[in-house]
């Protein structure tokens, strides 16, 4: 699964692992066989997206708020 290999060598970089080190290798694995762990990383990819997407473009206090409420964060974090 080419998109779990991509992500996987970039969590390496992330972590500032060699791509070929067991901890990528254990990750790449696992994406492999965990459907869960791959919807969850696709999750986080379209979540990224999104943020790209709408990078400097003010966000309506109510979709603020309601964002804040969803992540569980106090407003004074935001």
């Known amino acids: 699964m080419a998109c779990c290999e991509e992500i996987a060598k970039r969590l390496c970089e992330e972590l500032s692992e060699d ?3 067991e901890v990528c290798e254990e990750m790449r694995k696992h994406l492999e ?3 869960d ?3 969850e ?3 986080v990819r379209e ?4 943020f790209q997407c709408i990078k400097g473009k ?3 206090k109510d979709i603020h708020e309601r ?3 969803i ?3 106090e407003k004074e974090n935001a």
């Open 19 to 21: 791509v070929d080190s």
């Open 33 to 35: 066989e965990c459907e």
């Open 37 to 39: 762990c791959r919807n």
């Open 41 to 43: 990383v696709q999750s």
């Open 47 to 50: 979540t990224v997206h999104l």
């Open 58 to 60: 003010p966000i309506p």
């Open 67 to 69: 964002l804040l409420t």
């Open 71 to 73: 992540l569980n964060l």
